[in-house]
């Protein structure tokens, strides 16, 4: 999606000279790597759009991953980006040298350039359970970012290690057609209960005649996700309230049995956690076939999954929903700075960047929704157009002559970070869960303000926060 949005903008900028290097021999990031059954945003449609591309032809609120994927197919190739892509060549080095980015990709490419812009997402490198025996299971076994569609499903045994967004999109998806389905929880999750409608023929109508009601939509939208964004980073908020009382009455409402109600109920706050956004999750899981296994895992053997009160859970499928590694960003490439900086030595123990955007001696080297962005909180389309045109504001300086280098400082970082962590304690993310938010000192790894102030940051790039040579 940020690739897609860097080559528009660069273009439209009039920086013709660029290339863009995706590692897949098709674009699309998270929606090419996923395609299990009922992938979707959890974000609505017409906000997870680009702002200067918006689509009258969404099928619902919330469209399933493939229509998302050929909207981002549409939007490049309407916009003349499948040309400048080197396909199926993944970038393995950068190293600033003499002023200048020397590139190499996996092919043995090689090429110089002056700047490297980062859009590289965050959600890409599975993670996979350490599990004992996880080898020796006899059935299909993989990722849900790799899913195998080979596999058939109908009348299958099927068991989901995972509860998260993905997991429970797997499970609404799938449990009407599996002989029998078994979900292992580690942790419960609250979910939001958010209806998906299709829109009608007349409303995509309505919207294709008057554009002006898309984009009014789409102000709605970011208003109204400006709301949640503010709740999550202000524990005692009466919008965070109003979230969370919604999610127990969606618990205690829609779960008949007393027992697994309890066993799906969280001990931790609604927001904590990435919101689950599902109008069904908790029909699928009280179907007569599917099973809700809280009994931690001993491990996997060649027919199944034995869990810690000794039973083994007989399986023909189990699917890893497992996430992803969410501090990789751009590794395993080596990224080498000036004075040969490692990226590894920089991030040591963790990610950092100004704004996440810019990395002390890594000059014109930027990133789009780079580490301790908005990532939690808001959609990152409208976060990725907000950086680019902070970043355009840098490179013009380069463009303009006024210099020929760029980075943060590390001045700038360290007062950045220490505020960064601050606010963090206020959030809803420090109250008492483990989530891929968090880093290894247990603080969110996300914005921890108002999305107002990252509208405001993004405006303009402070002069003084920035080493120019």
């Not at 927001?271 to 599917?290: E, G, M, T, V, W």
Request: charged share 25%.
């Amino acid at each position: 999606m940020a690739g897609i949005l860097s080559a528009i903008k660069l273009s439209e900028a009039g920086l013709g000279d660029f290339t863009v290097y995706e590692k897949a021999d098709r674009l699309g990031g998270t929606w090419r790597e996923n395609t299990y059954p009922g992938l979707s945003c959890d974000v609505p449609s017409h906000l997870y759009s680009y702002s200067f591309a918006l689509s009258s032809e969404w099928s619902h609120r919330f469209a399933p991953g493939p229509e998302i994927q050929a909207y981002f197919e549409r939007v490049a190739e309407e916009h003349g980006v499948m040309q400048r892509v080197r396909f199926g060549d993944a970038v393995t080095r950068c190293e600033f040298s003499n002023g200048e980015w020397h590139l190499t990709t996996v092919s043995g490419h090689s090429a110089v350039v002056d700047v490297v812009i980062a859009a590289t997402g965050v959600l890409h490198h599975p993670k996979y359970p350490d599990i004992d025996g996880l080898d020796t299971f006899d059935g299909a076994k993989f990722h849900s970012a790799r899913w195998d569609h080979e596999v058939h499903l109908d009348n299958a045994r099927v068991g989901i290690i995972g509860t998260g967004s993905t997991a429970v999109q797997i499970v609404s998806a799938i449990a009407d057609r599996v002989a029998k389905l078994t979900l292992f929880q580690r942790t419960a999750q609250w979910v939001m209960p958010q209806e998906n409608p299709a829109y009608s023929d007349e409303e995509r109508a309505t919207f294709r005649e008057g554009p002006e009601r898309l984009a009014e939509l789409h102000q709605r939208l970011s208003d109204m996700f400006d709301l949640f964004a503010n709740a999550v980073v202000d524990s005692e908020s009466v919008e965070l309230a109003m979230i969370e009382a919604a999610c127990l009455e969606n618990l205690e409402n829609n779960v008949r049995d007393p027992e697994l109600r309890e066993r799906l109920r969280p001990d931790y706050r609604a927001a904590c956690k990435r919101l689950i956004i599902s109008p069904d999750f908790y029909d699928a899981i009280q179907r007569p076939n599917a099973e809700l296994v809280t009994d931690a895992i001993k491990r996997v053997e060649p027919g199944g999954v034995r869990t810690t009160d000794g039973r083994l859970h007989e399986l023909d499928v189990l699917v890893l929903a497992t996430g992803f590694k969410a501090n990789a960003f751009m590794r395993p490439m080596d990224i080498i700075g000036r004075n040969g900086t490692a990226l590894e030595q920089a991030w040591d123990p963790r990610p950092e960047a100004y704004l996440s955007i810019s990395i002390p001696d890594f000059p014109n080297f930027f990133m789009l929704n780079g580490p301790n962005g908005p990532v939690g909180n808001f959609s990152l389309i409208e976060v990725a157009e907000l950086q680019f045109r902070y970043i355009m504001q840098l490179i013009e300086r380069i463009r303009g002559g006024h210099c020929r280098e760029v980075s943060a400082t590390h001045e700038a970082l360290a007062t950045f970070e220490q505020a960064r962590e601050q606010a963090a304690y206020h959030t809803v993310w420090v109250t008492g869960c483990r989530s891929w938010y968090l880093d290894d000192r247990g603080l969110p790894a996300v914005w921890p303000w108002s999305f107002t102030r990252f509208r405001d940051e993004m405006k303009t790039p402070d002069p003084t926060a920035y080493e120019f040579v």
